[in-house]
């Protein structure tokens, strides 16, 4: 059958929101990285943000049985009535913290969470305030639904994330809420109970709402990282089920949301999502259990010896990193003193060292030409051959 | 640890939008369905837009192998490349189409494609033409990236479908898109595919784009129904595995898109959602399979013998169906012979002759109160079971 084609002159119509939503640059590099491996090239991975551990065994038996079963319909919008109660008990045993089940909402993802978020929070030219480096996804997703995501630099003062002062400072009139997040993609970097405490009651006294992306809680390696829910009812508590619990591809993630917004965001899930993953959400059913929590706890400490043994190293090798990252799998290096252009330094680095590292450009407007991410997500073996290859490199 | 709550005088801060997101009514019945099943009445389900049948054995067998091996990690923000291929020669296999697999974007079921298609394509303030009645969520995907929703009303005449001339006479300076949908649901009514081609090219002559919802396909019981990228490379074509494929619960669509928005699409696809659910894309790679698609052939037959006994029954209790449904599972039926209140009507239905059923308010402003919108998703028994209580109903 004949097909017209479009006019060769009629350009597509793009929506001009889509000017200001970037790449992930990495996949750029990621690409070329597997492009090099294909070759037959050894790339040691140090860009990738997702656990390099399977979904634990319980989790994947849980899974399997309700795939034996078939029976895999929508659930309820807001997630399978079980699976809210078993996320409350869980910040009831790990927290110490009660909160009810009704506000538990289980969705695709953390992305579904802050799609939600936004949306029900956000009028159009509403401001978000959010650090900078920070997750880059979480500006457009302000953007998507015509929020103005408005960037805070942050620096080694306030560990890389945003501080009381900050909110204080840069609260303005169209300002509608501030996302923090902690442990922090990229820098690894906690918020003090005091500080968020401190956030909490900002957002409150200025009519607006703290939005707290706690979705490496479980990796933390020294300090105390408590949930937003233990200090207010009012904010936005986001977590996921990717990182501590390693089921990145299985997208599921959960909010809870102060009690007002329950029934909106039920809507908004509706008619946006119909409901998570099912065969997700049925095997997340084991993710609580202490057989999977002790696999759990076990990686999480292997991370911890990943980045203790990852960061001196770095700092060797003339890496700028003078706040200690306390969570998550990053480190967010300073590379000043080795290149003026870590978009240039990260591929070089690829090409010349087979090391994968995600340039400071996908973080943000922050200095990113004078930093590198190195996340911890390959065996310590693999660290210890990627800080070999660096340090040849930089010899070179 | 003492919580300060939220001051009692302060309103929660939420989006002008949230206003305009309507939710489904039919939630309610059926949370009051289960309510009546728990307490031990026998309800007969007519309201249920899901398929009754279990996911097809070889893709829960694709999906158990998945399982079997844990490594379910993020894939390509666009989908598995072995799916994204698979879909296209399921293009070449069914319709006689090419579709490179380029084109083909993997997505969170066929609600994360309505959302990028609208991301993507419109401004704030920038029109979507969309059949009254039709599937509501379509008119707040549009919604919350502040495009405007413009139900245009459909009836007979036109088969319960937009037509070319609905797009001549309502495209207006600000609008962008029409969305389509074939076959549709409530109505399960398809266009033809002459028509189809006239309004690719209206919306093309016009300077817009067509969006094209085809997730029943598949399930089309007579005439013909053409996949618009037989007619046109510049449509947005949105399918899912939820219908045909008996994979609602997994959430995953696929969308095949103008060339020019691929690059736009993957950058989105990456920040808003990392990648459609891993179990769910390689528990898909056997979707098209011979076996799978012989299983679900024989459960379109099964839902055609299901239509061909309803239509006629409720003709015969005074409903009125001016236009045989020819795909999905559905009849908008009118009831405005026997009620003057359709929401009351499939209250009272439910809680005197235990049958839920859909009222019309669920799909738009077009005389909702005389529709409502049967489902048969149930097996024929059941619906013989339903359609003997309504009679009885209508007696008393």
Tied chains: 1, 2.
Excluded at 206 to 233: R, S
Aim: hydrophobic share 45%.
């Amino acid at each position: 059958m004949a097909r017209p084609k479009p006019g060769a002159g009629r350009a597509a119509r793009i929506a001009r929101r889509m000017e200001d939503i970037r790449p992930f640059h990495v996949m750029e590099l990621l690409a070329r990285a597997r492009e090099l491996e294909a070759q037959g090239r050894s790339i040691v991975h140090m860009e990738i943000g997702e656990p390099d551990f399977p979904t634990p065994e319980p989790v994947l038996r849980a899974g399997r049985r309700a795939l034996e079963k078939g029976e895999l319909f929508y659930t309820a919008a807001t997630g399978l009535p079980q699976l809210r109660e078993k996320i409350a008990g869980y910040y009831r045993s790990r927290y110490g913290v009660e909160v009810p089940a009704s506000r538990v909402l289980v969705t695709t993802g953390s992305s579904g969470a802050l799609l939600l978020a936004c949306a029900a929070l956000l009028n159009p030219g509403d401001e978000v305030l959010l650090a900078d480096p920070g997750y880059p996804a979480n500006r457009h997703f302000v953007r998507v639904v015509e929020g103005v995501p408005r960037s805070v630099p942050v620096d080694a003062a306030s560990g890389y994330q945003l501080a009381p002062d900050h909110l204080e400072r840069q609260w303005g009139p169209r300002t509608a809420a501030a996302l923090v997040a902690s442990p922090s993609n990229p820098t690894g970097t906690i918020v003090t109970t005091e500080r968020l405490s401190a956030m909490a009651e900002i957002a409150r006294v200025k009519g607006g709402t703290l939005i707290v992306d706690e979705i490496y809680h479980g990796l933390v390696y020294e300090g105390q990282c408590t949930t937003a829910l233990a200090l207010a009812d009012d904010v936005f508590a986001i977590n996921s089920f990717s990182k501590y619990f390693n089921m990145t591809g299985w997208r599921l993630g959960w909010m809870v949301a102060p009690d007002p917004y329950v029934r909106e965001l039920d809507k908004l899930m509706q008619n946006l999502f119909l409901s998570a993953p099912t065969p997700a959400q049925f095997a997340a059913l084991a993710a609580f259990e202490p057989e999977t929590l002790a696999i759990l706890d076990t990686r999480a400490r292997e991370f911890k010896a990943r980045r203790d043994y990852l960061v001196p190293e770095l700092r060797k090798l003339g890496f700028d990193i003078p706040v200690m990252p306390q969570g998550a799998f990053y480190v967010y290096a300073g590379c000043g003193k080795l290149t003026k252009d870590s978009f240039a330094f990260a591929r070089d680095l690829l090409e010349r060292a087979g090391v994968a590292v995600t340039p400071g450009v996908d973080f943000g407007a922050n200095a990113p030409e004078r930093h590198v991410r190195f996340a911890y997500t390959s065996a310590i073996e693999r660290l210890q051959e990627g800080v070999a290859r660096i340090a040849e490199f930089l010899k070179a």
